[in-house]
């Protein structure tokens, strides 16, 4: 008989309560809040000296590569590949076996990502361009992208009662946006690339591809080949979080020899611990202190335009792009919502999709090399990030709230819901 989670072992109970979606969230906050206070604090001194402490040496073998680096650095690239190949492992996982396999149920999904995250840039544009600020114009991307983990637990804790398909629908947005969005890190946020480090990169991702494949992988064989991936990749001059979604994809998604899982299942479980418990929380740390109390004050920082582009771009354009894709693809094709979604479901899912934080964080940091335009920016995504938040939570109390039919997407079949998000079925699952 199997046990339950109180009777597991502390670091198994400890790995579960790590995974869970709403325990990343809370982490993330928590990690984000904690920066925002010492930033904040009469040692805000000792904050700055920490994020600035450099480690690492400045090369490795005969390979030029810098890699002495700030603690915030190392978040950003190093401990931010670990979520990136969670990114991967899951992205394939929905590929092969999961929501984005069958393009016709994946299809609504898919282009309401891509006009959540075309709506947002243009809102961001429109704002700057408005205000009189086009020097800002490189950071388009940041209210494009939206927070997985951040997303999910916010769901968990407020959409009990509805239908899981809701969470598979914010999922498979979710992992589409995340995907264009480091196509538009690797694309747009590379501005040299030194081709044989990035060859010798994408050899070691070749190598891991064919041992993670093996009958019998080994960690101390994947581990290195993944350390000298990254590593090469940084020296590139690609993000060297990209490093670690290639890794991801190469992870197979279909049991093989026997295996009573996949290996994305098998990788995920593994890796997500890390992912959820160290990796984001610590380079949320990194990231989100923004001091308000130097420099000219917080209504200089809050009032330049980039902050209120951000803002509109995340929490109006996200719901805007969301909804009016899903609108038009479902007006003018065959394709319709999945079963037992309808369309007022998509109100909280569009402000679900404006919660940016940790790859907005990225891209904010990757687009703004004056720290007053970074400040902003920082401060934008994580107070745009709340609100979203709230709104989604709020309507999705909302939505809980209201009876439905029994067709709620209107394809003139009535619904089929397999399990609602909360009940003892999702718990398992979930």
Known sequence: MPRTTSTLPFPQRLRAWVSRETTGGALLIGAALLALLWANSPWREAYASLSATVVGPAAIGPIPVHLDLSLSTW??????????????????????????????????????AVG???????????????????????????????????????LAIFGRGLPVAIRTFLLTL??????????????????AIHWWSLAGALVCVVLFAWH????????FVLLPLAVVAWTLMHASGVHATVAGVLLGFTVPAIAMRGEPESRTHTFEHAVRPFSQGLALPV???????????????????????????????????????????????TRLTPLRLPAGIGV???????????????VSLLISELSFGDAEHADGAKIAILGASVLAAILG??????????????????????DEVEGYIGDAKDRENH
């Open 75 to 112: 978040a950003a690239d190093g401990l931010l590949a670990i979520f990136f190949f969670v990114v991967g492992v899951e992205l394939k996982h929905e590929f092969m076996a999961g929501s984005l396999r069958n393009p016709k149920e994946a299809g609504v999904p898919m282009i309401a």
């Open 116 to 154: 959540g995250m075309a709506v947002p840039a243009l809102v961001y544009a429109g704002v700057l361009l408005t205000m009189g600020d086009p020097g800002a114009l490189h950071g388009w991307a940041i209210p494009t992208a939206t927070d997985i983990a951040f997303a999910l637990g916010v």
């Open 174 to 191: 979710a992992v589409v946006d995340d995907l264009l969005a480091i196509i538009v890190i690797a694309v747009f946020y590379t501005e």
């Open 212 to 219: 993670v494949r093996s009958r019998a992988p080994r960690w």
């Open 283 to 329: 380079f949320a740390f990194f990231a989100a202190g923004v001091s308000l109390v130097d420099g000219d004050g917080p209504g200089a920082l809050i009032g330049q335009p980039v902050v209120l582009a951000i803002t509109a771009g995340l929490v109006l354009g996200k719901l805007v792009g969301v909804l009016g894709a899903t609108a038009l693809v």
């Open 344 to 358: 007022r479901d998509l109100l909280p899912v569009g402000f679900l999709a404006g919660i940016g934080f940790t």
């Open 393 to 414: 939570g709020l309507s999705l109390r909302w939505d809980a709230r209201r009876a439905r039919a029994t067709d709620m997407n209107l394809d003139g079949v009535d």
